[in-house]
């Protein structure tokens, strides 16, 4: 429910999710067509759930990547830090030994890979996988250290700019609460016409709350 109201409150309507929050997203498809019916008026959208290429990202211990789960990787992570991340993963349990066939459609590291190399890649490290040329700890996973810190190398000068300004991070904050708020105020205003509350103020004096209805 409260995941509903943040979305239906800004009137979201294509929410970037992963695959696992589907279902969330269907709950609030259906709350907002039943607010709507009581408001006899289309106040909120019907949101759709944005998905990406990869819209499930495994963590370092095969579950989906959550930082609830302790299984993720981080843009604070330093290169040392991730490369010890990337190290701990599990890769293909069905090969035991350097010298057996990799399956890597079941290895994690190649799941991840696949967030960020190119088809012609890919293809290549499992073909090379596959035919035994190269190793999950001697190869791989290396070329996913190297991967990742590539990709981290911009969003890591972001954050730590924008860490280094707190003045300058707290003014961005600013703005999006006040365009946030202002959002929220309109598309409340809508919901109290539509049920027939045309002066709504609630005023605090001495823990008092006190509700005006015309």
Known sequence: ???????????????P??????????????????ANALCE????????????DTPKIPGIDGRKMSKSYGNHISISDNPGELAKKVFRMVTDTRKPRLSDPGHPDECH???????????????????????VKIGCQRDCKPLLIETLNRALDEPRKIREQLLSNKSALEAIL????????????????????????????????SDNLRMKWG
């Open 1 to 15: 429910m409260l995941q509903a109201a943040d979305i239906c409150l800004y009137k979201g309507e294509l929410i």
């Open 17 to 34: 999710v992963g695959k696992d929050q589907i279902p969330h997203i269907e709950i609030t498809r259906e709350i907002a067509r039943r």
């Open 41 to 52: 008026r289309e106040i909120f959208p019907l949101p759709q759930p944005l998905l990406t």
């Open 109 to 131: 590291v190649f799941q991840l890979l696949k967030c960020f190399e190119d088809n012609g890649s890919l293809n290549a490290i499992k073909a090379d996988c596959e035919a």
């Open 174 to 205: 600013r703005r999006g609460t006040q365009q946030a708020r202002e959002l929220a105020m309109t598309t409340m205003a809508e919901v109290r016409e539509s049920v027939g509350l045309s002066v709504y103020e609630i005023e605090t004096r």
